[in-house]
């Protein structure tokens, strides 16, 4: 069984930057694709990157491509999400998860989701 910690949300003001770290232990998953989403307050969770095992590609959701980097660590067995250029809209809780089969964009596509960590960004 595989558990994912999320850290590194904070508050910080627009045009700001924060990373966010995903943690896996119980067992590795290098072998497995690794995404971010979020989810605002009275939003549905939606997808913002995720990064194949291997780290060799990634995916973006339009709203944070340019602004976001995904990366990984395998031997350290993290995920991180490297955010500039913050705006009060990406405002919400990040959950990291692992990819399972299926469409990348679709979050019924990953399992041992994180408990999340709240990011908030003031105008």
Not at 14 to 37: M, P
Not at 38 to 65: H, L, W
Not at 74 to 102: F, I, R, W
Request: glycine residues 14%; hydrophobic residues 30%; charged residues 15%.
């Amino acid at each position: 069984q595989v558990q994912l910690v999320e850290s590194g949300g904070g508050l910080v003001q627009a045009g700001g930057s924060l990373r966010l770290s995903c943690a896996a232990s119980g067992r590795t998953f290098s072998s497995n694709a690794v995404g971010w989403f979020r989810q605002a307050p009275g939003k549905e969770r939606e997808f913002v990157a995720t990064i194949m095992r291997s780290g060799d590609s990634t995916y973006y959701a339009d709203s944070v491509k340019g602004r976001f980097t995904i990366s990984r660590d395998n031997a350290k067995n993290t995920v991180y999400l490297q955010m500039n250029s913050l705006k009060p809209e990406d405002t919400a809780v990040y959950y990291c998860a692992g990819h399972m089969g299926g469409s990348y964009y679709s979050s019924g596509s990953y399992r041992f989701w994180g408990q999340g960590t709240q990011v908030t960004v003031s105008s």
